[in-house]
């Protein structure tokens, strides 16, 4: 449980940690590309309002924001071409006093291809292009390149994310050698509520043998008696409890490798459907089970006699007159899966999750009648648990089943 229990805190810290740097990360990814199209977008339109050139520097500067601002160097620096199209959307004249790498016919190509995209503004490859239409039906088309402003980006993007694998990798690390201290209280407090148990249910044991002693010799000297017999049934009521909240309290404790072992988990179901074949069929109902041969586990053994007495305890208790039990013991890839099915009416669905809780019991009166006390699934739960596994319970077509599912290697 401790160990489920930092591996939860390390999981739910690492997942608040990426999910708040993916974000950051792609707002600033996003931003900087906007920000580098808007100024690419600011050039374009200037160009078009000055003739395909660029005025006095400053005439457009704007301190206010981020926008394309014009320097003595932006004539020289800036990279583009100017092509002027047909109504019919063929090219008229290109201009190319501006750009150095492109000849007629890969600016015709380029062109082609900025105009099967349909749009007025956008990329094709790194250049950045807007088409202004003209008065005559015609168009221009200023094409500006983009390879430094975009290569800028990706790096950024690259230098962001290479920050946010690190960060991420450092975290996980200290959480790693810091999580024990960070849940300490915890265990702590569990430890105490552990020993709590196991002291309480030894200091009661002796006013419980005093009282069942005191009963036995009212009972020799007066006789049988109606409340006698209340008593004591209430004694031996408390006595199992009492048994119950310490085999609880035991089974939640982490398992030490000297109490571990290999074992046949197939002998032990096959032992517990023999021993609960008689007790089924007293109460006039069936017992069938589906074994898979030679199933081997490691963990602690008694703990598995103690889950399928658990499991099928419940079922012939709460199994409905002449229904039939099923117990199933299978491998599923590199899990054991355990399951136990009977038909019970009256379960309420949306209760089903609560049937693991300490001392909840859906019928209290049918519960109290055959001694149960809210217990038993909390125990198979600690069970399951201690050794890596998760149990579920679903109601479908009038039958309950429960299925624990546990890691072959424990």
């Not at 982490?254 to 007293?282: G, H, Y």
Request: proline content about 3%; aromatic content about 8%.
């Amino acid at each position: 449980m401790i160990r489920s229990l930092r591996r939860k805190f390390i999981l739910i810290a690492m997942i608040s940690l990426i999910g708040t740097m993916a974000v950051l990360c792609a707002a600033i990814a996003v931003g900087n590309h906007r920000a580098t199209t808007s100024r690419v977008d600011k050039a374009i339109s200037i160009l078009y309002q000055n003739g395909g050139t660029f005025l006095s520097p400053g005439s457009h500067s704007d301190p206010s924001d981020f926008h394309f601002q014009v320097t003595p160097e932006t004539p020289f620096e800036t990279r583009y071409f100017i092509v002027e199209l047909t109504a019919q959307k063929e090219v008229r004249s290109v201009d190319l006093e501006h750009i150095a790498a492109l000849d007629r016919q890969t600016v015709v190509d380029t062109i082609s291809q900025i105009i099967n995209t349909g749009a007025e503004r956008g990329y094709a490859d790194h250049y950045r292009f807007g088409i202004f239409p003209g008065e005559t039906g015609g168009s221009t088309v200023i094409v500006l390149d983009c390879f430094l402003q975009l290569q800028a980006a990706n790096n950024m993007l690259r230098i962001m994310v290479t920050i946010f694998l690190a960060c991420a990798l450092i975290v996980f690390l200290l959480l790693l050698f810091l999580s024990k201290r960070a849940i300490r209280p915890f265990v702590d407090n569990l430890e105490r509520q552990r020993q709590f148990v196991t002291d309480a249910s030894r200091e009661l044991k002796t006013p419980l043998a005093i009282l069942s002693a005191d009963l036995g010799l009212l009972e020799d000297s007066c006789g049988e008696d109606k409340w006698l017999e209340s008593a004591k049934s209430q004694i031996t009521r408390l006595d199992r409890l009492i048994k119950d909240l310490v085999e609880l309290a035991r089974t939640e404790e982490t398992i030490r490798e000297d109490t571990a072992e290999v074992f046949s988990i197939s002998e032990i179901a096959l032992a517990n459907a023999e021993a609960f074949q008689p007790l089924a069929e007293a109460d006039g109902k069936s017992l069938t089970a589906e074994i898979g041969d030679g199933i081997r586990l490691r963990g602690v053994k008694d703990n598995f006699f103690r889950l399928f007495s658990i499991l099928l305890n419940n079922a012939v208790k709460y199994c409905d007159p002449e229904g039939t039990i099923r117990l199933s013991l299978a491998v599923r890839g590199r899990n054991i899966c355990i399951s136990v099915s009977n038909p019970c009416g009256g379960v309420e669905p949306d209760q089903l999750s609560r049937y693991f809780d300490r001392f909840y019991r859906a019928d209290s009166s049918r519960a109290r009648s055959t001694g149960g006390y809210g217990i038993g699934l909390s125990t198979a739960k600690a069970i399951v648990a201690r050794h890596r596994g998760r149990i579920s319970n679903h109601y479908r077509d009038g039958i309950i089943t429960f299925t624990a599912v546990i890691p072959q290697n424990g």
